[in-house]
């Protein structure tokens, strides 16, 4: 089958780097930094878009502004990338693993309720893959426990939960545009936030500790430099534009690969909430009880596909060492064994994309 390519661009991140590059601002301070800050918090329903350099250091920026550290403990879920859970151990506080649901991927309410200790001062709720973790609930555990609900949104600008966006529900939301995500530059992250306070400690953390309109050389917090460049924001920028389209393109296809393979018993795609149902689509994910050999039989195909996580966060060499709680996580082992995701590009394609794409997984799932 013929795989959509990913990254994509056209004249029109050129048009706005060459604008950049005209300029004499290609770093943090370029016009086009506060431009993207301004459209990703409207995408996201939010009073602040804070721009940095990728979408880990959001995640530290967000939980330093917090005041979460030494001492504390912050659930986070045993399936994610490992940034949900270093940026936890980079503040100093001590990553609490905690299982997922196995059929929406997300962080398992019950589960965290069952975790807190009087330690535990925020929870991290991943939306894996797109489609968001049950916000309702989270929310209403953080609110009984006096917690910081979190979200990394890494996957999911422009998902919705219950009509609000991703990013707008927690205290604050962050993101990433890394290559692989739904609007890129390579590298980038976003954080969002309705908390002025928050918004304004971040903003001094990303920015050296200075305060707005005060002078360059004035540094008021422990602060570095997380600065966006102007050039990442250009391409960015023209990303973004595309962003409502492509969602629309990855949600009809992923709807026409899900009802054309569904009578297939062993193959279960994500499940996804009524509540989630607006998404990126950021990964086609699925469980399967022969994953090895369809994951062979689809890469052989000419498809990329990813036997999942090899390991929950905690089987990572860094945390076997400690540093962590870890809380029984049933699902995610079962999980590292039979789930599998395809990346989002293969949802970009055209109806003959889309149709050879089934043919494929079908042919794969009845080979395993
Ligand atoms: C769930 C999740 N959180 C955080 C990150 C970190 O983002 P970045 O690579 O931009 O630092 C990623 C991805 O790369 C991710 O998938």
Redesign the pocket.
């Known amino acids: 089958m013929k795989v959509p390519k990913w990254p994509i661009a056209d004249g029109r991140e050129l048009e706005l780097l060459g604008e950049v590059l005209a300029s004499d601002r290609w770093g943090g301070y370029h016009p086009f930094v506060g431009q993207l800050e301004q459209s990703f918090a409207e995408l996201s329903r939010c009073r602040h878009g804070l721009a940095a350099v990728?979408?880990?250091v959001t995640?530290e920026m967000a939980l330093e502004a917090l005041g979460i550290g030494p001492g504390d403990e912050v659930i986070v879920p045993a399936i994610?990338?490992v940034?949900?859970a270093t940026a936890v151990s980079r503040v100093g506080a001590i990553p609490v693993f905690v299982d997922i649901e196995g059929d929406t991927f997300n962080i398992d309410p019950e589960r965290v309720r069952a975790a807190i200790s009087p330690r535990v001062k925020a929870v991290i709720a991943?939306h894996f893959g797109g489609p968001m973790a049950d916000m309702t609930r989270l929310a209403e555990i953080a609110r009984d426990h006096d917690l910081y609900l979190l979200e990394?949104a890494?996957?999911a600008a422009g998902s919705e939960w219950d009509g609000s966006r991703a990013g707008s529900i927690g205290v604050a939301g962050s993101f990433?545009?890394?290559n692989s995500k739904v609007i890129t530059a390579g590298?980038g992250?976003m954080l969002t936030t309705n908390n002025d306070s928050v918004s304004a400690s971040a903003r001094s953390i990303l920015d050296q500790g200075r305060k707005p309109n005060e002078g360059w050389f004035f540094h008021y917090e422990l602060g570095t430099n997380y600065r966006m460049t102007g050039l990442q924001a250009a391409v960015l920028i023209a990303q973004l534009e595309r962003l409502p389209h492509q969602n629309a393109i990855r949600a009809r296809n992923a709807d026409v690969v899900r009802r054309a393979l569904a009578d297939l018993p062993c193959l279960r795609f994500q499940h996804v909430p009524r509540a989630a149902s607006v998404h990126t689509n950021y990964l086609l994910l699925g469980r399967i009880p022969n994953r090895d050999r369809f994951h062979r039989e689809v890469t052989s195909r000419g498809v990329p596909c990813t036997p999942f996580y090899p390991h929950p966060l905690y089987g990572n060499p860094l945390y076997q060492r400690g540093g962590c709680r870890v809380e029984p996580c049933p699902v995610s082992e079962q999980c590292v064994r039979d789930a599998f995701w395809l990346p989002h590009r293969v949802l970009l394609g055209s109806e003959q994309d889309t149709a050879d794409l089934i043919e494929v997984l079908r042919g794969a799932a009845t080979a395993a």
């Open positions: 990728n979408g880990t995640l994610s990338f940034s949900t991943v990394d890494a996957h990433s545009f890394q590298e992250g």
